[in-house]
Each structure stands twice: as structure tokens, then as C-alpha cells.
């Protein structure tokens, strides 16, 4: 059973930054499609990022574009996720997701993201 662990969630006020990773262990396959999401109280669990099997290719929603940046070390299984500029809209639990299928293709969608995290929680203050 794949294993992703979250941790980096804190407070910081609006225009502060935070650095999320993720653990992953026990991949059972070669590496996965990884995201972020995040879900704030009252909403629906909305995609962050995402980041292709190799690294080199990676999406992001709208709201969060130029401000944060998704990575992974390959070599340590962990994917992070830098958060810059931070607005209080950003405030939420965040997840990590990691998905069997080809990232390219894959999107946002919930049902298609095998494992998640626990969470972390990130509160920007105004």
C-alpha cells in the first residue's frame, strides 16, 4: 500500500511563503503522476498542481500560476510544493495525490488519483 505523508503547513501572513512536501513509500509501479490539491472549509477539493512522471512537464490551475511551483526528487520519492506570494484565498487543507496514470491527460479529476494524503494545513492571514 503506497504511503504519501505531507508535512510544511503552517500559518504566514498574505504575501509570506511555505514549502509543502510530500513522502511517498512503498510505490508498488514506476513512478506516478503526482499533485497537489486543496480544500477549503465550505469548498470542494479543487487541483493545485500536478507534475509528470519524469519532472519535466507540469501543470497548474489558474489561481495559482506564477505564484507556486511543484517539484520532485525522484531519487527520494518526495514531491514539493513551493507557495509564494500567499493570499488569504490560498488558506486550506492541502493534499498530495499521486495517480497510476499518465499525467498528461489526467487533470484535476478526484476519481482518478489512486493515493492521498492525510493533509496539511496552510492559513494565510490578511
Known amino acids: 500500500q503506497v504511503q504519501l505523508v505531507e508535512s510544511g503547513g503552517g500559518s504566514v501572513q498574505a504575501g509570506g511563503s511555505l514549502r509543502l512536501s510530500c513522502a511517498a513509500s512503498r510505490y508498488p509501479y514506476s513512478s506516478p503522476c503526482m499533485a497537489w490539491f486543496r480544500q477549503a472549509p465550505g469548498k470542494e477539493r479543487e487541483g493545485v498542481a500536478r507534475?509528470?512522471?519524469?519532472?519535466?512537464?507540469?501543470w497548474y490551475a489558474d489561481s495559482v500560476k506564477g505564484r507556486f511551483t511543484i517539484s520532485r526528487d525522484s531519487a527520494k520519492n518526495t514531491v514539493y510544493l513551493e507557495m509564494n506570494d500567499l493570499k488569504p484565498e490560498d488558506t486550506a487543507i492541502y493534499y498530495c495525490?499521486?495517480?497510476?496514470?499518465?499525467?498528461?491527460?489526467?487533470?484535476?479529476?478526484?476519481?482518478?488519483?489512486?493515493?492521498w494524503g492525510q493533509g496539511t494545513q496552510v492559513t494565510v492571514s490578511s
Open positions: 495525490a499521486a495517480s497510476i496514470d499518465g499525467c498528461t491527460f489526467l487533470g484535476f479529476r478526484l476519481d482518478r488519483y489512486n493515493y
Open positions: 507534475i509528470s512522471q519524469s519532472g519535466e512537464t507540469t
